[in-house]
């Protein structure tokens, strides 16, 4: 098959040691066959913040998009969109501070995503700690056969959608809709795990890979929650 495009998109305000930790995990811990394109959503950092970044990490010909402190949802938003109209309608999400500690197959994951038009998202995060029903099912692509654990409706925690590092189609967000905009992390986060839960019934599936249960990335930054900072563009 002729690989599509994943764009890699790193969510960032102000964070130069963790960010390049992070994507330094991530080029290292990646696997894909096909073209990668690099992103970057900054909510306005202050300084030569991005312009350095690029300049450390040029092989990856970063692009970037950035928001006025307008907050998590509308800088991702953006970000998002621009992705979708430069590069492919595949995204793989990642914030500055979750630092990937094994191998992340995106190969399989697109072939769920292209093949399985039920599924929308693919959580790469480490589902452990989240309380979620999974079905074991092994869904059948023109390449090979994936074993897959999708979530179900049934889960008792909210978080069937997390913000952690996740894969996802275009088609998640045309059905859901985009990130609430003007909330702090924590209430954009929840209003769409909210959203995603109470639809999830008739709406697109989200699923992890078998290899997806344990905690896969290091969260190393100090939170920012409802501190002057965790700013929803007021």
Known sequence: MNWPTVAILTV?????????RTISALKKNILYPGPLAWHIADDH?????????KLDFRELNLSYTVTDRKGWGANVNKAMSHCWDVYDDYVFLCEDDYVSQYPIDLRLGVLLL???RGLGAIRYDGIHGHELDLQLREIKTPVEKVSTLIIQGSSP???IYSNRPHLKHR???DHYGLYEEGKRLGETESEFAHRVKDGYQGGLKIATLTTGIPRAFNHIGKSRQLTELDTGGS
């Open 12 to 20: 960032t305000y102000d964070r130069p040691a963790e960010i390049r």
């Open 45 to 53: 950092s202050p300084g030569n913040y991005l312009p350095e970044l």
């Open 114 to 116: 292209w093949h399985a």
């Open 157 to 159: 925690h909210l978080n």
């Open 171 to 173: 088609r998640f967000h």
